[in-house]
């Protein structure tokens, strides 16, 4: 089993930056693709990006390609997700999410999940 807590979100203006950081429980992190997701409020949850177990290929949504970037640190069980150039349609609560396979975790089906932290982009 899988424990994962983020933190990093926060009110930040239109244009600027955040780093959202998600840590997990347990000694197989490196086996678990890494995602994350958003919900903005009255809208479903919507896949963010994924990373998988090396690092080595990354996906991104649309709405995010070019502005956000995901990485993870194998050694310090860490997921991180640089945005920058945030608008105001950004705002949400932030998961991160684990699965063993890129598929799952893009979809968000069986996974594991954090709690959540929230993004606030003021216009």
């Known amino acids: 089993q899988v424990q994962l807590v983020e933190s990093g979100g926060g009110l930040v203006q239109a244009g600027g930056s955040l780093r959202l950081s998600c840590a997990a429980s347990?000694?197989?992190?490196?086996?678990?693709?890494m995602g994350w997701f958003r919900q903005a409020p009255g809208k479903e949850r919507e896949f963010v990006a994924a990373?998988?177990?090396?690092?080595?290929?990354?996906y991104y949504a649309d709405s995010v390609k070019g502005r956000f970037t995901i990485s993870r640190d194998n050694a310090k069980n860490t997921v991180f997700l640089q945005m920058n150039i945030l608008k105001p349609e950004d705002t949400a609560v932030y998961y991160c999410?684990?699965?063993?396979?890129?598929?799952?975790?893009?979809?968000?089906?069986?996974?594991?999940w954090g709690q959540g932290t929230q993004v606030t982009v003021s216009s």
């Open positions: 347990g000694r197989t992190f490196s086996t678990y693709v």
């Open positions: 999410n684990a699965n063993r396979s890129v598929g799952a975790t893009m979809t968000g089906v069986n996974s594991y």
């Open positions: 990373i998988s177990w090396s690092g080595g290929s990354t």
